[in-house]
């Protein structure tokens, strides 16, 4: 990686073909993509090695197993079958998930930050990681892309502070390789995901690794039922696939997989072959605030939720592995505090409000009383005070008077000791 060739997630670059483990799928290699609407020849390139006790995509598939209810195994409560999530697991070995949303939105640096936590074995964004997982994320090379998954890799990954330890952890498990579009390419990730034992193959985009456009019902057959079937078979890993979606105006109906149906984002088909879904879609026109949402899935999450709220990190440079890196990511969006309570607060409302209108016949019109409650360091809007103004008048222990078309605010003639009967608005 620029500057810093120690450390960072490894890269397979593409000129010259890629050589890894002695392996050398060149793209020259592969076979070209099929005519639209026929199948394509998935078939392994001769220099293509097939690792001992995998599949070859050519091989015959084996008889079937058949279960009675009595002989179904029963669950392990410790399935390392599991790859993310609890019980089922959203996503199991030889499994799949896509994750789409609209042109923009930050699926590609939300696919990095995926691909950095099942390389660590930590929660993404709250999902269990049961373990440390090996990830090959294939990219479409469209522009200098190696610097461009630097740029994600790296700003992600100061984003969430990964220590020098970590860094090494993702060195070793994490293998990003961008390849030229097309399906043929899927055939080269097949050989780099043996050789390097992925447990997980990151795709990014699913469009560009079809053989023409996924509206197309043909294509999406032909993705679907031979390239990604065949991908999973061949290495035993699972796939997450980035995916796009289009932008739906108004309603919130467009979050459903059916709309994309015809719409330039892909047929049904490719939706319906992932097990797990999961969408990425703006929340309001606010820009860089949005919501992670369980389409197929949310039960085996583990998270109580079908929503995660994610708000885009704060745009910064900082130096970060002895690079200048931008911060870059989603993060989970905290509920902030409420201006009417701050938690340095140590003087409960009331008895400020009590302090500020004494001595006795003491009267303040609600902007000065404002006024004086912020200067003492207490930030409160107007309106709230003038709620919390009005409960404590129904408990008479304030009194209001006019002063033309003002009121004004005081303590009774003999006011109490206690606290009003009433809350602080929070």
């Known amino acids: 990686m620029p500057g810093d060739n120690n450390s960072g997630p490894r890269l397979a670059t593409r000129a010259p073909p890629v050589a890894l483990n002695n392996m050398n799928p060149s793209i020259s290699n592969s076979p070209a993509a099929a005519p639209k609407g026929q199948p394509s020849d998935f078939s392994v390139p001769p220099d293509l090695e097939i690792l001992p006790g995998s599949r070859s995509v050519s091989s015959p598939r084996s008889h079937p197993k058949t279960y009675t209810m009595s002989q179904l195994p029963i669950p392990l409560k410790n399935d390392t079958n599991v790859l993310l999530g609890r019980g089922a697991g959203l996503l199991r070995k030889a499994g799949s998930m896509i994750i789409a949303g ?3 939105i930050g699926k590609s640096v939300l696919l990095m930050h995926f691909a950095l936590c099942l390389a660590l074995g930590v929660p993404f964004f709250g999902i269990c990681v049961p373990r440390r997982l090996r990830v090959l994320l294939v990219t479409a090379i469209v522009e200098d892309d190696a610097h461009i998954l630097w740029q994600h890799s790296h700003g992600v990954a100061a984003t969430i502070g990964l220590t020098p330890e970590q860094l090494a952890v993702v060195d070793s498990n994490l293998l990003m ?7 043929a390419s899927l055939v080269e990730a097949a050989g780099l995901a043996q050789a390097h034992q992925a447990d997980v193959v990151c795709i990014n985009p699913l469009y560009q690794f079809a053989t023409g456009h996924l509206g197309d019902i043909h294509v999406a057959h032909e993705l679907t039922t031979h390239q990604l079937s065949e991908l999973i078979q061949t290495t035993g890993a699972a796939i997450v696939a980035i995916h796009h979606m289009p932008k739906h105006v108004g309603s919130e109906k467009g979050d459903s997989w059916g709309s994309s149906r015809g719409s330039g984002a892909g047929a049904q088909m490719v939706f319906d072959f992932f097990r797990t879904s999961l969408t990425l879609r703006a929340k309001g026109s606010v820009r860089g605030v949005a919501v992670l949402k369980f389409a197929k899935g949310a039960e085996r999450s583990g998270l109580d939720s079908t929503e995660i709220p994610l708000e885009w990190s704060k745009r910064e440079e900082v130096i970060f592995g002895g690079q ?7 993060l989970v969006s905290t509920p902030k505090p409420r201006d009417e309570e701050p938690e340095s607060e140590t003087m409960p409302l009331w008895n400020l409000i009590r ?11 609600l902007g000065e009383l404002h006024q004086r409650i912020n200067a003492a360091g207490r930030t409160i809007s107007v309106s709230t005070l003038d709620r919390y103004l009005a409960k404590c008048r129904s408990t008479q222990s304030v009194v209001i008077t006019k002063d033309g078309k003002r009121n004004l605010f005081s303590l009774p003639t003999e006011p109490g000791d206690s606290t009003p009967n009433t809350t602080e608005e929070s």
Request: aromatic share 4%; no cysteine.
């Open 324 to 330: 200048q890196v931008e911060k870059l990511g989603w």
């Open 177 to 183: 390789a961008p390849l030229h579009p097309g399906a």
């Open 355 to 365: 302090e500020l209108l004494t001595p006795t016949g003491t009267r303040l019109a």
């Open 102 to 104: 609209e042109t923009g």
